[in-house]
């Protein structure tokens, strides 16, 4: 009989990929009070991993949303590895935040299958790959999901919860529970459906707000303005692109097209454009919009 997990069994968490997203969620668990390693193959993007978590951490304190000591607590419960097994050994919940890319999660969860004990759950941050294409890939079906954060994590409080056609109960409240004991407010979805919930939302007014730019009806600058004082969006979705990562909206697209095959699901021409130039957004300081070295 399969062990099924349960929150009171979540000491230690290991988030696999140490990006962007991979970095925030590590603190989120570790600012909860749990011990957490990141893992990455690349020492070069752990070692910017562990100055970005003490960078971004260090700045709730500058804010006073968190003591100086409640950061340094917080610092001590991370850890960095290259070795991903190792870490996945005393591992209770495993969060994978890699590359979009069908290929290397499948890989990556037979690794965490063989490493993890029988009773952790593995779930994935990904958006548009759902945990059904990963299961075969275990010998746990039953406890694997998608957990999928917000960017940026460390202050989106809302988390999706999405369960495969063979994800238990326990699997799901437990996922659930740790969410809310990571101070998110999930949202549970009883199904797959590509995009979840919030990202079909957002796609929906990146695709239109794509279509007007093209058409020449406003700029991308007149468009984001629209959004963020008529609708009361913090920014707007040219802005959103940026920040995400213009790399990120072309992967996910691009995931999305394996998975359907309908052309509809590409990348927009615009993107494809910006993407191929290496025009990423902030990340490397130019998208829709340039930014200012540092």
């Not at 500058?62 to 409640?70: A, C, D, F």
């Not at 369960?163 to 004991?181: K, Y």
Request: hydrophobic letters at 40%; a negative charge.
């Amino acid at each position: 009989m399969n062990p099924q997990p349960s929150i009171d069994s979540v000491r230690r968490v290991l988030v696999v990929g140490s990006g962007t997203m991979g970095t925030q969620i590590a603190a989120v668990f570790a600012l909860a009070g749990y011990d957490t390693t990141t893992s990455d193959l690349d020492p070069a993007a752990l070692e910017r991993s562990r100055e970005e978590a003490r960078r971004r951490l260090g700045r709730l304190a500058e804010k006073g949303r968190r003591t100086r000591e409640e950061v340094e607590q917080t610092l001590a419960r991370m850890a960095w590895t290259t070795d991903t097994s190792a870490a996945a050994r005393t591992a209770d919940f495993v969060l994978e935040a890699a590359v979009e890319r069908l290929d290397v999660k499948r890989r990556l969860f037979a690794e965490l299958d063989e490493a993890a004990p029988a009773h952790a759950i593995l779930a994935t941050n990904s958006s548009t790959i759902p945990s059904s294409l990963l299961v075969d890939a275990t010998d746990r079906p039953d406890r694997v999901c998608n957990m999928h954060f917000f960017n940026p994590a460390l202050v989106m409080a809302c988390v999706e919860v999405v369960r495969g056609p063979q994800t238990s109960d326990a699997t799901v409240e437990t996922t659930l529970e740790l969410a809310r004991r990571i101070g998110k407010q999930p949202v549970r979805l009883n199904r797959e459906v590509p995009g979840f919930v919030a990202n079909r939302l957002l796609g929906a007014l990146r695709d239109e707000a794509l279509r007007l730019e093209e058409a020449g009806v406003a700029s991308f600058e007149d468009i984001d303005v629209a959004a963020r004082t008529a609708l009361g969006h913090p920014m707007g979705p040219f802005e959103l692109m940026d920040l995400v990562g213009i790399d990120v909206a072309y992967l996910i697209r691009m995931a999305a097209h394996e998975q359907t095959g309908d052309p509809d699901d590409l990348p927009h021409p615009s993107v494809t454009r910006l993407y191929e130039q290496g025009h990423h957004g902030r990340k490397s300081g130019r998208g829709w919009y340039e930014y200012a070295a540092g």
